[in-house]
């Protein structure tokens, strides 16, 4: 019995230990390794080292002295749900330099939506201050990239510990890359790719429905083709693409653009339909609901651009207007409208990307990253 009692106190003791450590490690700051055989690692908020600053007026000096050091930790609970609009956020970044690599290094910042990133990097005196974000114009980047990047500096050997200080007016993704500038550079020529692609196509198709409506003189043709304008816009104004090619010196008209073209989409979305399904005799009551809505998401803008920003931003009510689109063309469909067959499924689409959108950009459900 004695010897069991010992084997149960050995197992409970080491189960403890395990648990501290176990909580330690999660706690604890994290370092980057320079390594030529891993091209790229991305880390999000919970597995960065990083404080929360409620009062906002935190500055380096602050961070860096004891009392507050401490306090920056990794904390694996945390998402962008948890993320504050009113707080400031200070992620520490520490990276084992090796000299010996064959490679040139950097750190990226995927969300190109946030408002204000100052990026205090270690030199040999003191810190160097960049500031980055969506507030800035856009040539004050070192790189002209729709994303943030810092370059790292690996001449000498020892650990460099950068800082980043977070503020944005919606909830933020923050992750951070770090990779070599061959990835960056890989990546980014893929990225600007399938980026062309995909405007080129909006493009073409807008152009295409643009001389069918020059040719019969049916209005649904010109309102899809403002709906699929509206719909490029905002992808480039999300993308940070519009930012960098259309008004790179004015980053004061990021959010009113991209909450302009975010009402254009509904409205369009709401014009064409309700003219290809011939609501108003197909469907009435659904289209005084547009009308509604209309003159609801109206006031909306109106209200953000006057008064309230936050207005602006997607907000999870915006697939509200996609369902009852659905919801209607299902209805005439059934009624006996074959043509709404290739509509419902379009739209079904369409309801289903935006559901996602929004929720991912209001952090109801995560946004992931494969490492």
């Known amino acids: 019995m004695a010897k069991f009692y010992r084997r149960g106190t050995t197992a409970v003791i080491i189960l403890m230990i395990a648990l501290v450590f176990s909580g330690f490690s999660q706690t604890s700051s994290y370092t980057f390794q320079i390594n ?38 990794i904390n694996p609970d945390f998402s962008k749900h948890q993320f504050s609009t009113e707080n400031t956020y200070w ?29 205090y990097i270690p030199s040999e005196a003191e810190y160097k201050e960049l500031k980055l974000g969506d507030k800035e114009a856009f040539r004050a980047r070192i790189f002209s990239h729709k994303n943030f990047q810092i370059p790292v500096d690996n001449e000498t050997s020892g650990i460099a510990t950068y800082y980043f200080k977070i503020k944005s007016s919606q909830k933020a993704d923050i992750r951070i890359a770090f990779r070599s500038y061959n990835r960056f550079i890989y990546y980014a020529l ?33 309102y899809y083709v403002f709906y699929l304008l509206s719909v490029g816009i905002f992808a480039a104004c999300v993308d940070g693409i519009a930012f960098q090619y259309l008004w790179p010196n004015h980053p004061e008209w990021n959010q009113p653009i991209t909450g302009l073209s975010s009402y254009l989409i509904v409205i369009f979305a709401l014009l064409f339909s309700t003219h290809f399904l ?16 209309l003159a609801v998401k109206t006031i909306l803008f109106a209200a953000g651009i006057a008064i309230l920003p936050t207005l602006l931003e997607i907000q999870i009510y915006d697939i509200i207007p996609f369902f009852l689109i659905l919801f209607s063309s299902i209805y005439v469909w059934v009624k006996g409208y074959s043509v709404a067959r290739l509509f419902v499924i379009a739209y079904g689409i369409l309801f289903l990307g935006v559901a996602l959108k929004a929720m991912v950009h209001t952090a109801i459900i995560p946004h992931s990253t494969t490492l």
Not at 48 to 67: A, C, H
Not at 196 to 204: A, E, K, P, S, V
Not at 281 to 291: A, I, L
Request: charged share 25%; proline share 3%.
């Open 36 to 73: 030529d055989q891993l091209d790229e690692r991305i880390y999000a908020i919970d597995r960065l080292t990083f404080y929360e600053d409620e009062t906002n007026k935190l500055e380096l000096s602050d961070i860096l002295s004891n009392p507050v050091s401490g306090k920056l930790k």
């Open 91 to 119: 992620v520490k970044v520490a990276i084992q330099k090796t000299p010996q690599s064959n490679k040139q290094w950097l750190l990226e910042f995927y969300d190109q939506t946030i408002d204000h990133i100052t990026a």
């Open 190 to 222: 893929n990225e600007y790719f399938l980026y062309g692609i995909f405007y080129g196509m909006i493009l073409i198709i807008s152009l295409y429905n643009a001389l069918i409506y020059l040719a019969i003189k049916e209005v649904k043709y010109l």
């Open 278 to 293: 011939n609501l108003k005799r197909r469907f009435p009551s659904m289209h005084r609901c547009f009308q509604l809505i």
